[in-house]
Structures are given as C-alpha cells and as structure tokens.
C-alpha cells in the first residue's frame, strides 16, 4: 500500500516478524516442556556439581583447620598425638551438636529435610536453611575424623540446589520433585564420579521407575554434574585399582557364597547402626553430649586403629591394593563397624554409602583370603574378592542391585570384574531382602506407602494438585497486537481468553494465526473474540487424572485450561505433569 | 461450503448504491439483504445482535474507506457475505468517518480459520489501488462484480 512510518506499526510489524520466527523455530525444532525440563535439568546438574566440590572444599578445610594437617583424615590422625586423636572427634561432635542446636531456632517449622522424602512423599520442597544447617554440622563431623561418609551432604546439597531453582521457576508439584530427583542424581554423580549410578540410583530407589519420562531429565543432570566436576577437578575414577579378571569358571561358587555372606552381613550391619541409634537416645542426653559422646568413642578406637576415622575410602583403596594383612584387616572391620555405628548412632549427619563400601570391601577381602588359604584355585586374587564385595554389600544394603553394578564399574572402570559382580549383587540382594524387608532407604519409602494409602485424594489424583496457577489471559477485545505480544512473551501456544469476572471464554490459538503473521492489515480489525476458539476443552479441578489425559488425547495442546464448575479459569494442567503423575502413580509403593 | 475466495468473487448480496447515514443503518441495511439472499441466515435477530455487539466492542474498519462489520456467530450455517458501496461517504466510527466500501461477514462459530482467511483475502484485494478505484468506479452492480471476481481468480 504506502510506506508505513507509524511508530505503532513499526513496532506490530517487528512484533510479528519476531512471532513468525518463533513459529518457524518451533516449528523446525519443537521444543516441547520436556525439552525445556532437559535443560532445567541440565542447570540443576551443573549447579548440583559446583555444590559438591564446594562442600568438599569446605571439609577439607574444616579438616585443615581441626588436625593443622592438609592430608587424608586417616594419614593427620596417624600423625596426632593420642590425647588430641581421642579428643578431636568429640570436638567435632560437640561443634557439629552445637551447630545443630542453634539450628533449630533458624529453621523452626521447616518440614523435613531429606531430599528422599521430598521427592517421593513430600511437594519437592526441600527447606533451604534446615539443609544448610544440616550439611554446616556435617562439615564438623566429617572434618574431625567422624567414621561417616561425606558424600550424603553433598547429595542433599545438590538436591536443595535443584529444589531452589524449581521453585524459582515455580514448577508444578511433579516437575518439582523431578528437579529434586535430578539434583540427587547430579549429587551422587559428582560426590563418585557415576553419573549412570547417579541417574539409575535415583531412579530405581527414591522414584521406583525407569520410565524414559523421569530417567531422561535424571540422565542429563548427571552427566552435566559428571562433566563439571570433571573439568574443574582432575578426578577420573574413585578407585584406582589394579586389573581383574575372573581366573576361571571355578570361582563362582566362592562369588556365589560371597554373596549369600554379604547378603547376611548387610542388613546385620544396618540393624546395629538402628540399634546404635536407640541406644544414644536410651541415654537420654541432649543432642549436643550425644554427639560428643559419639565422638569420644571413635576417637578412642582411632588411637589404636586410626584407619576408622572418615567415610573408609583410603582404607579400601589400600585394601583393593592388596597391602594389608587379614588379621589387621579383621580388627580394622570390627573397629570401623564399632565407628560408624558411634557415628551415625549418636546423630552425627552424614551418609553411610561409603562406610557400606567398607564394610564390604572388607568382607570381600577377608572371605577371598580365607578361600584362597584352604583352595587357591577357588579364589585366585582375594583383592577381586574385595571388589565384588563391595558392590554385593551395597546392593544387600540399598536393595539396589542394578544400581550397585553400575556403581561398581563406575567408581573403578574394570569392566573384567562385571560377570561376578552382577552375580554376586544380585545373590546378596534375594539374600538381603529374604533376610530383612527394609533397606538403608526403607524408611523413607515406608512413611510412603503410609502416605500413599492414608491420603486417599493424593493417591487418585486430581487435576487441582498439579494445576499451574495464573495462567496469562487476554480480554475479548484485546487486539491483534497485544495477542502477539503475549504469544511471544509466554511460549504458550494457547492464549486463555477471560471476562471481567475471570470466567474462560475460550482460547485464542498461535496456530489459527500463524498463517496471517505476514499481514499487519489484519491487525488491525482482528480482536480476540473474533479467533476465540469457545469450544476449547476444558478440565475441573476435580476430574481425576485419567479424565484429564481423555482430554488430552482428543486435541493436541500442551496445555488445558482449568475451570471451576462456575466457569471461572483457575489456572492451567500441563500434558508434561500429567504424564509425570500418571508414572509416578503407576509404580507401587517399594515397601508394604 | 464455498471457499472463502469463492465467496469474495461471488458474494451473497451486493449493493453498488447504497444510500445510508451511518454505520450501523450500512449494517442493518446489508444484513437485510444477506437475509433475502440466502436461507444460510437461520436466525436473523440473532445475527443483528452479534454484528452490533462485535461493532461495538472494537472498530471494524479497516482502512480510512472501508469497513468490515463481522460476527462469529451461531446465527449462520455457513460463511456469508454481502458487499455494498455506498453512495455518499458514511460515518462508521470517529476515526473513520468517510467510509465507501462495507463487507459485511457472517461466520459460524468454528470456522475460525476461514474467517481469518476471508478477512485477509479481502485485505490483500483492498490493498490494491487498483481494485479499490476499479470497485469505487464500476459503473454497474454487474461490473462490480466483476471487478471482485477478477480480483480474487487473478
């Protein structure tokens, strides 16, 4: 027509030569929520990565600062004098008590701050404050010689990371917890260098589903936490160890009883650190002295056998090596045992992965040496029987057998190990679980299913708990302008249409106006309710989730409106959510 | 149901004379005749009463001469159109008092994609001089229609 110098069209005609971009890239790459969950993921898995070495950091310079010494907790403990070696736990005891004490006037009526619980009972909201206090105690404790793992802060600070971006962006209920599941996974990639354990752990424990929808975003974060930590660190594997293989076929049956001895040994193990647990309460001193007291009794065993002290790595490394004797490895069992039970049973937060590996590093040794000593040609290298120990005794401690495989490979990269490995796993996992229904997580999964079977709305699940409220509307008049301005602000591909009174009109769609993009003209004249489409499907915040999936299935759209009977728009209910619900109901409850 | 360029080229009902004050006796005056001319108006009050609903909501015009009254509405079964010139130029709103040429369009509810494409067929066609000059001068109703049908198989 005319040369168009109207700054207002000036502005309408970028508007929807920008609007047509983003139909084009939408169109040619399809980036669906999912695509955007990935890349949240992603974020979380890098932000979950820095955590962890922060948190490292911190206790190591929280050991630094204790024992005067830049080396491994085992290594400054053989250098302390014994007065300081018997008094530095409980120091550290007594601090981390302290800190926890104090805590609890910061994070008054926070819930509850186990990640585990978030993601699979809770909203995903993991409380920001209770964790940081928890994980500052844990530095104390780890930092002072504690027989507890490090890792478990790391993890739950990785979780609490993701859990803040989550709400940040404010995410559904589902996708909240799938961002915290996906910060654990980018936890235990980075805190063991295992991103496929990280994704499969979270995974098979805490979701109780592979499904692609939650395992894919798991994937990723992992891998992103893996790469981060690889870069910024030189880490390449936990365990350097020397090269297994299976010497022959007639080392099963030793592999097969290493098993059935893990599978025994493990819920034993858990059961003494429960016991150890009621006992410290028995006492009936405050937390503080607990903790102290807790301390006490692991620096009283570390004068003698100092190799109890910290989360046991060192020492299984020297016992993948080969460098011990098995009487002294018998007494480092014991004591450690003894430790970690102190440790983890007087409160003392922090994890007891690692102390499992331990535990069954140490069984593994001492039944190879043992085969070894009454028939060589049954248990050629005691070491491999060390290897195949550990994961064995994880897998009885976890009920995880895939994921402790996995693990395995991943913390020490021989692969020659995989064939006893899995049978082993496996064996001490029937053992385990025959033996003992609960495992180190069962508690967590047990106030589930109560929750499960006792919240009956949540079980059912309604379109109201995962409804996304406020979604963006436009009134009947809004102009063309305006329509596409909200087009590109919101990435939604359907616009809501109100009255004064919020009640839904219908919804204006990007695609009936995609084709018209290239005519200012039309803007003009176009309104709202001109495109409107009233007969858009609808969804009550009462209909169960399997309505809502009917009504998914009959019209393509990302979302759906939510609308109360009265008409009014309360919010919207994403396809991605209702996927993510629908998988989460469909897998039981681990624990009856 | 005709195509939306098959209607443009051969509207319902179509007036190269029409002489009336205002904008709404344009709508009133166009809605008559779309009525006479096809049975595809089932509920004529009801059609009336979107036409002037959507006029009053937001201007319908869409250039300084020419206006586009419309309804989506449940009033008809399928598109209809109807075409009038007037004689003299009409007030349709403040900003747009010298209005020549009217387009008065009826949708059923759903059909939002062909009200959107009759709509920017008609603005196309107006956007050129041409055929703005050649409908504002044809001689005879049967000219003016021509000059429509020519425009839309061109």
Redesign the interface.
């Known amino acids: 027509?005319n040369v168009v110098t109207d700054p207002a069209k000036l502005l309408l005609e970028r508007m929807l030569r920008l609007l047509r971009w983003r139909v084009w890239v939408q169109e040619k790459l399809q980036p669906s929520e999912w695509q955007i969950t990935l890349l949240w993921a992603g974020f979380a898995g890098f932000l979950g990565a820095l955590s962890s070495l922060v948190f490292q950091a911190l206790a190591e310079g929280a050991h630094q600062l204790l024992t005067g010494s830049n080396e491994g907790v085992v290594e400054s403990m053989k250098q302390l004098p014994w007065w300081a070696v018997l008094a530095l736990p409980a120091m550290g005891g007594l601090l981390a008590g302290i800190v926890l004490m104090l805590g609890k006037h910061l994070t008054k009526g926070q819930s509850s701050t186990d990640y585990m619980e978030a993601i699979s009972i809770g909203s995903g909201h993991v409380p920001i404050r209770a964790s940081l206090v928890k994980s500052t105690a844990a530095l104390f404790s780890i930092g002072s010689g504690g027989s507890i793992g490090r890792e478990g802060p790391m993890v739950q600070l990785a979780a609490v990371m993701a859990s803040f971006i989550g709400r940040w962006r404010q995410f559904t209920p589902p996708q909240l917890r799938l961002m915290v599941a996906c910060g654990a996974a980018a936890g235990i990639a980075s805190a063991y260098n295992a991103p496929i354990a990280g994704s499969f752990f979270v995974a098979e424990i805490i979701l109780g589903t592979i499904a692609m929808e939650s395992l894919g975003p798991l994937a990723v974060s992992a891998v992103v936490a893996a790469m981060t930590v690889r870069v910024l660190t030189s880490e390449a594997q936990l365990y350097k160890v020397p090269e297994f293989r299976l010497s022959s076929p007639l080392e099963m049956p030793a592999y097969i009883a290493l098993g059935v001895i893990a599978g025994i040994l493990a819920p034993w193990f858990l059961r003494s650190l429960k016991r150890a647990e009621a006992i410290f309460i028995a006492t009936k001193l405050p937390l503080v002295a607990r903790m102290t007291l807790g301390g006490l009794i692991v620096g009283a065993l570390a004068i003698q056998v100092p190799e109890v002290c910290g989360n046991g790595y060192s020492v299984v490394v020297t016992i993948l090596k080969g460098q011990v004797l098995w009487t002294t490895l018998l007494l480092f069992v014991a004591c450690k045992w003894l430790a970690t039970a102190s440790s983890f049973g007087s409160g003392a937060p922090g994890g007891v992965f690692t102390p499992s590996l331990f535990m069954g590093a140490g069984a593994g040794f001492l039944f190879g040496q043992a085969v070894h000593a009454i028939w060589p040609g049954g248990a050629v290298d005691p070491r491999a029987f060390a290897l195949v120990g550990m994961g064995a005794f994880l897998s009885a401690v976890s009920h995880a057998p895939v994921m402790a495989v996995i693990m395995l490979f991943e913390m020490t990269l021989s692969y020659d190990i995989i064939l006893p490995l899995m049978l082993c796993s496996v064996v001490a996992y029937y053992t385990a679980k025959g033996l003992e229904g609960r495992s180190l997580y069962s508690e967590v999964l047990k106030k589930k299913a109560a929750e499960v079977s006792s919240d009956a709305s949540f079980g059912r699940g309604h379109v109201a708990e995962l409804m996304k409220g406020k979604p963006p509307t436009l009134s009947?008049?809004a102009?063309f302008a305006e329509i596409a301005r909200m087009f590109l602000a919101t990435r939604v591909n359907n616009l809501y249409v109100t009255d004064e009174d919020e009640r839904f009109l219908g919804a204006v769609?990007l695609h009936?106006?995609k084709?018209?993009l290239g005519?200012p003209?039309?803007a003009?004249?176009?309104?709202a309710?001109?495109?409107?489409?009233?007969?858009f499907p609808r969804v009550g915040p009462e209909s169960t989730l399997s309505e809502a999936l009917g009504r998914f299935l009959n019209f393509e759209a990302e979302r759906l409106p939510v609308v109360d009977p009265s008409g009014k728009l309360l919010g919207s209910l994403s396809k991605g959510d209702l996927l993510l619900a629908l998988v989460e109901m469909r897998k039981k409850p681990l624990v009856v | 149901m005709n195509s939306p360029i098959e209607l443009i080229a051969s509207p319902d009902a179509v007036v190269t004379d029409l002489r009336v004050n205002s904008g709404e006796e344009a709508i009133r005056a166009l809605h008559q005749r779309l009525r006479a001319a096809t049975p595809e108006v089932r509920d004529a009050d009801q059609f009336m009463h979107d036409l002037l609903e959507?006029a009053a909501?937001?201007?319908?015009?869409?250039?300084d001469d020419v206006a586009?009254p419309?309804a989506?509405t449940t009033a008809v079964g399928r598109i209809v159109l109807a075409v009038a010139r007037t004689a003299t130029p009409v007030l349709f709103d403040a900003e747009h008092p010298r209005v020549r040429l009217v387009f008065l369009i009826g949708t059923p509810?759903?059909a939002?994609?062909e009200?959107?494409q009759t709509?920017?067929a008609l603005?196309?066609m107006l956007?050129n001089?041409t055929t703005r000059a050649a409908l504002l001068g044809a001689p005879t109703e049967a000219e003016f229609r021509a000059v429509l049908s020519r425009a839309q198989l061109r």
């Open positions: 027509m009947r008049n102009h769609s009936d106006i084709p018209y005519e003209e039309l003009e004249l176009v309104i309710n001109d495109i409107l489409r009233e007969e | 959507r909501l937001s201007s319908v015009c869409i250039a586009l419309h989506r509810k759903a939002v994609s009200y959107l709509v920017a603005s196309r956007k001089a």
